[in-house]
């Protein structure tokens, strides 16, 4: 899968791993990064590291909509402009499913 595109599938199950993630850093409760990523790889097949990357770059679309991101994923400003777009789409369908709740 190295060097392959991100299937609208990974990106979508990521942004709802790092919203997660979030929730939980916000309440306070601890959890282990590298234990999501695994979970995803295991998923898509992808490497951790890759997930660890794109968990930053979801950071980075965060951070440009001046909205809170997770400590210790530092914003990775190189996403490419499609995948930017389809992060901060799966982004605000979430906001928008949590307010229906």
């Not at 402009?81 to 982004?91: D, F, G, M, Q, S």
């Amino acid at each position: 899968m190295f060097g392959e595109p991100w299937s609208e599938e990974e990106i979508k199950a990521s942004v709802e791993t790092y919203l997660e993630m979030l929730h939980l850093e916000l309440s306070g409760q601890s959890f282990v990064k590298k234990e999501y990523y695994q979970r995803l790889a295991g998923k898509f097949g992808r490497t951790i590291k890759a997930y660890e990357y794109r968990m930053q770059n979801i950071s980075y679309v965060l951070a440009e909509k001046e909205q809170v991101w997770i400590k210790g994923l530092k914003p990775a400003r190189n996403v490419g402009t499609n995948v930017a777009a389809e992060i901060e789409r799966y982004l605000d369908l979430a906001k928008r499913a949590a307010k229906k709740e």
